[in-house]
């Protein structure tokens, strides 16, 4: 091809790709949909827009290079011990057990048993890209079903290296000797175990001394080098570039420079693995779908049917309850990015014929479409599920802690993340009594062995608020990530308990107002309590008086923070604070070395006749004297308790606080 013409077809599938995700961003379809789409509109049997597709093909291929290489960079022991038992349990879990599964039922189907173990592997992997964007836009990473499929996906994305290593194995399998297929898994072990050996000791020092030039351009120059040439070296040694690429990326992830690696080349990978997702697109023939719809959206729904079981089995084995195991087994449905490309890696080695290929591309974009509805529709799903199983008894009510028998008076605290574990160190310290309710396991077992009182359970359930005496206590705080779990935890503690005082803490504005309809006594919201905390410390550094900046806060505060996301006049917020400044006239003035007032007495000051504002109280050394006479000498290190209207008190502490040469000296204006 000319470059001309490559030029043309390269311009035209970045114009169609611009203009399927800006649409496709209005009606909320992942991006990773949008590039299918494109590539299925302009390809071949689509509008036929792009007919030579070797080109794309070409860069496709540096897309999945450089996808494989963030993986690598992204594998850290430090990310591996934050999702722990999730990675290891639930991960290793799903993926054998999807695995064996797949396995089986193609057997049973005639498929032989090399080929079923591969089909295996292709749909044992799901989508990070569409899981992770679904479940970030309703902003539920950080919630007990976030964190496991976080987990789970982590597994997935490093089972792709040993899966490329293995699929050419199951193609020669048949024709190969034990011993060589013996071999090549060594050698493929014995390349791995090299790279982390250099990781560990060769790769800092040679990154050190290209950051030490600070080149920016050599950095991003040495990384791509590092990328593609352990490609090139692994593909030399008889294995993919993919797991070169992988490879070079742990080299670079033990070292501090993992994330500007990340942030350099994140811009490289995301237009070449664009291309990638559209080329599988314009692979994608019509004809099959339309020719076998039936078999394809049979095996879609089989495969997500199949993906949310073996999913939600292994969430329950972590210990979770119905709900979670049901929303974890809803987001994991879809087939994966990564299956594309180990189906391509299995295509090339002959494990599937163009015909399984075209089948299995289409099953694989439909549950991939699929995935923000089934996402939509899992709370409705969750609440069935999780109603089924307290009906057929399937989670047993956890018993009261020793602390809960008799508890009355106490703090139900939900949730023992970090807000959960602050509060309890505070309550502790003021010995009042709480006890904790939390869901995740291995919280609930370091939460034990720090004599911390918890019960284990799921607090949207009526079982385990009974368990937590939840009449006989006198506040619940919700801390958890869940605003749907905390409206239905809320709604049924209201249920329960008619005069608790429920406080719950949300990250979202929307959930505000359904939060107060639930039962919510009171509802912090972490957004705007920053923004309160933010303004409140910028007006205690220009030295606005502190019952000035608690009016401001007092007023944002109420009605819910409306006052925050309404459009609202200057003018209205001012009345407001002043309303609230009517209601206490009192100011605390610091006298500090050199200032105005340092060295005066009261009388000389002349405070009253100025200002209008009166000193009440003189704190000195930690003690108060209150009406002091008015020949007091006021000395640095002094707090006046001024009385006052708002604006007396604001002239009164700015000439107390004036620096002396300020002043013409005289003492006299």
């Keep these: 091809m000319s470059l001309h013409a490559i030029l043309t077809d390269f311009v035209v599938v970045l114009a169609a790709t611009v203009i399927v995700l800006l649409i496709g961003a209005r009606i909320r379809i992942p991006a990773v949909v949008g590039l299918l789409i494109t590539g299925i509109l302009i390809g071949p049997s689509g509008l036929g827009v792009v007919r030579e597709s070797a080109v794309i093909d070409g860069l496709a291929e540096v897309g999945v290079v450089l996808l494989l290489f963030t993986i690598g960079l992204e594998f850290s022991t430090e990310r591996l011990e934050r999702v722990g038992r999730v990675f290891l349990v639930g991960g290793t879990t799903q993926a054998i057990g999807t695995i064996a599964l797949v396995a089986v039922l193609a057997t049973l189907s005639g498929v032989p048993p090399r080929t079923a173990a591969f089909y295996g592997m292709l749909v044992a992997l799901s989508s990070t890209a569409i899981v992770l964007k679904l479940y970030a836009d309703r902003r539920e990473i950080d919630t007990p079903h976030g964190q496991v499929m976080v987990g789970m996906l982590i597994f997935q994305d490093v089972l792709i290296v040993p899966a490329i290593l293995v699929t050419p194995i199951l193609a020669g399998a048949a024709g190969g000797a034990a011993g060589a297929l013996v071999a090549r898994l060594a050698t493929g072990l014995g390349v791995i175990t090299a790279a982390f050996l250099l990781a560990r000791y060769a790769s800092p020092a040679l990154l050190g001394a290209v950051v030490r030039t600070r080149s920016r351009e050599l950095f991003v120059l040495g990384a791509l080098f590092t990328c ?51 080329s599988i697109g314009m692979l994608l023939e019509i004809e099959t779908v339309l020719e076998r719809p039936l078999l394809i959206f049979g095996l879609a729904a089989g495969v997500v049917a199949l993906k949310a079981l073996v999913a939600g089995g292994a969430t329950r084995i972590l210990g979770y309850p119905a709900r979670t195991v049901a929303l974890v087994g809803i987001g994991l449905a879809q087939i994966g990015e990564f299956s594309f490309v180990l189906a391509r890696v ?19 974009v439909l549950t991939m479409m699929a995935a923000p509805l089934l996402v939509g529709t899992g709370d409705s799903l969750a609440g069935r599920v999780q109603a089924l199983a307290e009906r057929w008894g399937g989670t047993p009510t956890p018993p009261a802690t020793a602390d809960g028998e008799d508890a009355r008076g106490h703090v139900v605290l939900v949730g023992f993340g970090e807000g959960g574990r602050i509060l309890a160190r505070v309550l502790q310290s003021v010995h009042i009594p709480f006890l904790v309710v939390e869901l995740n396991g291995e919280t609930v077992r370091r939460a034990r062995a720090e004599k911390i009182p918890v019960l284990y359970g799921d607090a949207t359930r009526r079982d385990v608020l009974e368990a937590a005496r939840i009449e006989r206590a006198s506040v619940v705080v919700y801390a958890i990530s869940d605003p749907i779990g905390s409206r239905q935890a809320v709604a049924l503690c209201r249920e329960l308990a008619p005069d608790l005082y429920l406080l719950v803490r949300t990250r979202q504005v929307v959930e505000i107002e359904p939060l107060y309809d639930a039962g919510a006594s009171e509802v912090v919201a972490e957004e705007f309590e920053s923004s309160i905390e933010l303004f409140m410390r910028v007006l205690d550094r220009y030295h606005v008086p502190t019952h000035v900046i608690e009016a401001q806060a007092k007023v944002l505060r109420q009605n819910h923070y409306r006052r925050l996301f309404e459009r609202v006049s200057g003018k209205r917020i001012s009345q407001a604070v002043m309303d609230v400044l009517a209601q206490g006239t009192t100011a605390t003035a610091y006298v500090g070395r050199g200032t105005w007032a340092d060295g005066r007495t009261i009388r000389e000051t002349r405070l009253r006749e100025r200002t209008g504002a009166s000193v009440i109280a003189i704190v000195r050394d930690g003690q108060a004297t209150t009406s002091p006479p008015p020949d007091t000498r006021i000395e640095a290190g002094d707090a006046l308790v001024l009385v006052g209207s708002h604006e007396q008190l604001v002239r009164a502490i700015e000439r107390i606080e004036r620096v002396e040469e300020e002043s013409d000296g005289s003492g006299e204006e």
């Design 228 to 278: 593609l040439g352990m490609a090139m070296i692994s593909e030399a040694l008889g294995f993919s570039l993919a797991l070169g690429a992988f490879l070079a990326g742990v080299l670079i992830a033990e070292s501090e420079y993992r994330y500007q690696a990340v942030a350099d080349i994140a811009p490289f990978r995301d237009v070449f693995a664009s291309l990638f997702f559209v």
């Design 346 to 364: 299995g295509a090339g080695q002959g494990l599937l014929d163009p015909g399984a290929y075209q089948v299995f591309l289409a099953t694989a």
